[in-house]
């Protein structure tokens, strides 16, 4: 959630018997299980925590767990005391020069919206050396975590989870706002349920011009899957590369698949810099050739001919809800899509089903390694 790289934390929850009592898990051995040590884990981060938070902040907010971690942050989930309403706090260390600097921006960011898609900051405690942002809490989990769990997934989710983040960078273009790395770790659903809308969060990398009113940019960042050519050339870019970004993201929803994808970056920069790709192998088969057209027109190499969030909100995809797509479930050949490309290697039948859990925490660790920056030297063999 912006301030530089973040990496989820989920320590297990305590173990639940009848009656709705909870208690902690013990081991074969009759001492503490793996439930019972990840409790006192997290107990330990949240006094932890709790020990260095300000007063003020202490004073409003109940800390319940710590949920992320980032390169000059941490996130912690709060309650507030008197509604017992759940928030989430990001605090940012700024005694670090790149610290303060990408805190200072992604206030400047924050502060300028509100839209019903993007992460809502609530308000703000400065302190020495930190900033506390309490911002609105996204309980429903990542996009691909949902999206490897639910029973169901056709084009028409697709199209309803498409929508509501073009919607969002409509309105964020709209404000010379450029998010500058979507990514599905980024969009998260609001509440559990199945109805949810969809956070754009992690605002850490987004641009908003300059005094000069100069739009275009030049900083190199992103995530490296999902980076626009124009950003790997070094040539200034506007915020097209979200376009860029939203293409790769329905790509890998509809497929469970990268579209440029190597264990080597400077190969995979190759890659995206001649900006093939291809529709082969399940599920593509059975995906429209609208979705198809959709994602042609983002993955675009020349960044002026590629759709605007306008654009892609009219785009008959788009308008008609899938409604003349195929109806099949995609879910089973995206989830394992992607847990194939975080355990390459085939499974016996016999212990696939024992291992389908552990399979799936694997391939979430994977993907969520995804979150390192293009970095300068990577690119030294390509320009």
């Not at 600097?101 to 930190?130: G, K, N, P, W």
């Not at 389908?356 to 063999?381: C, D, F, G, I």
């Amino acid at each position: 959630m912006g301030c530089g790289a973040s990496t989820k934390v989920t320590p297990g929850a305590p173990e639940r018997v009848p009656g709705g009592q909870e208690r902690e898990g013990r081991g074969s051995s009759g001492g503490p299980g793996p439930e019972a040590v990840a409790e006192a884990a997290r107990r330990m981060q949240v006094a932890r925590f709790r020990a260095h938070f300000h007063p003020r902040v202490l004073a409003r907010y109940d800390i319940k767990a710590l949920i992320g971690t980032g390169n000059f942050s941490k996130v912690v989930r709060v309650e507030q005391k008197t509604t017992k309403k759940p928030f989430a706090i990001k605090v940012v260390e700024t005694r670090v020069r790149e610290g303060r600097e990408a805190c200072d921006s992604e206030l400047t960011i924050l502060r300028r919206v509100s839209h019903q898609y993007i992460v809502q900051l609530v308000e703000i405690f400065e302190a020495q050396d930190r900033v506390y942002m309490v911002m609105e809490l996204a309980t429903g989990g990542e996009l691909f975590d949902r999206l490897m769990t639910q029973g169901s997934f056709t084009e028409h989710d697709a199209v309803r989870i498409l929508q509501m983040v073009a919607d969002g960078i409509r309105y964020l273009h709209a404000l010379r706002i450029t998010h500058r790395d979507l990514k599905p770790e980024n969009l998260l659903y609001y509440h559990p349920g199945a109805e949810s809308k969809i956070l754009i969060t992690d605002f850490g990398l987004a641009h908003s011009g300059n005094k000069s009113g100069d739009w275009t940019m030049r900083t190199l960042c992103g995530t490296p899957e999902y980076v626009a050519p124009e950003i790997l050339l070094r040539r200034p870019y506007t915020s097209a590369v979200d376009m860029w970004a939203l293409g790769v993201i329905t790509y890998v929803l509809l497929s469970g698949v990268l579209p440029f994808d190597d264990e080597s970056h400077t190969r995979l920069y190759r890659k995206i810099l001649k900006g093939k790709y291809n529709y082969t192998g399940e599920p593509w088969p059975n995906i429209s050739h609208l979705a198809k057209d959709f994602i042609d027109k983002l993955l675009i190499l020349e960044a002026s001919h590629r759709m605007s969030a306008g654009q892609v909100l009219d785009h008959p995809w788009v308008i008609t809800r899938a409604a003349g797509s195929s109806m099949k479930n995609l879910q089973r050949v995206i989830s394992r899509n992607l847990m194939r490309r975080a355990s390459p290697h085939s499974q016996s039948p016999g212990s696939a089903q024992s291992s389908k859990s552990r399979s799936y925490h694997k391939s979430k660790h994977m993907w969520n390694m995804r979150n390192v920056r293009v970095e300068e030297s990577q690119l030294s063999a390509l320009l």
